[in-house]
């Protein structure tokens, strides 16, 4: 990371049962970062406990659904006395590389943009790591939004860095699957300044909770193309 004024980094990880993987996560996450808030999503493991171990906030969202728990904990960054300039969102999985976080602020952190995409699509990704339907759904999904809204992005990659005031700007609202592309096309209507950094990828500790299930590939699905034309 370049010099530059220091920057408040909060970072964000919604977790459903990711005991086995969360202190990997947060152990590989820079240490610029002032909160990390993992976001219990009603788990039945020890996600809590290990979290709280390595290091992390944890705040309790019973209701299931990523875009609920990411909600949760933005309410109780919302609640500090001090607010952030960035917020980072990633996965519990330990599929993303959390050390890539430097890279992904770095267009922030250079006045260059408001939101950035870790693309999966641009980077590298180890064999088996992507499901053929989040594949094809990335394609899909992305090739609709540059078509239907004129957005430029090449994926809806959970890694993700974004400013503050533009995230609390946008007014999330979705509360499961369609979270990730809610977030991309309303940045893209509001005008905010979008880039996307080539991030890695690795096989997930655990199964998804969406490509890993019928139910989830069908929801995730019809939720994400809802969310194109609810917003044309």
Request: hydrophobic share 40%; glycine share 8%; aromatic share 10%.
């Amino acid at each position: 990371m370049q010099n530059s004024p220091s920057l408040i980094i909060d970072v964000i990880i919604p977790a459903f049962n990711e005991e086995k993987s969360i202190a990997k996560v947060i152990g590989d996450i820079p240490a610029v970062v002032r909160h990390i808030v993992v976001a219990n999503n009603n788990s039945s493991d020890q996600t809590s406990r290990v979290a709280k171990q390595a290091g992390a906030q944890v705040v309790f969202e019973p209701q299931k659904g990523y875009g609920k728990a990411c909600l949760t904990a933005m309410s109780w960054i919302q609640k500090q006395e001090a607010q952030p300039d960035v917020v980072v969102f990633l996965d519990g999985d330990y599929s993303d590389y959390p050390e890539q976080m430097l890279e992904l602020i770095q267009p922030i952190i250079d006045q260059k943009a408001d939101l950035v995409i870790g693309s999966r699509a641009l980077g590298q990704k180890e064999k088996g790591s992507m499901t053929l339907p989040q594949v094809f759904g990335n394609w899909l999904a992305t090739h609709l939004m540059r078509i239907i809204q004129g957005a430029d992005f090449s994926d809806l990659g959970p890694f993700r860095a974004i400013r503050w005031d533009a995230l609390l700007a946008l007014k999330m609202q979705d509360e499961n699957y369609g979270w990730t592309i809610e977030m991309q096309i309303k940045a893209h209507k509001a005008g905010l300044r979008y880039t996307e950094v080539p991030v890695d990828y690795k096989q997930r500790i655990g199964v998804s909770k969406v490509s890993g299930t019928i139910k989830g590939v069908f929801g995730a699905g019809y939720k994400i193309i809802f969310t194109i034309f609810k917003y044309w």
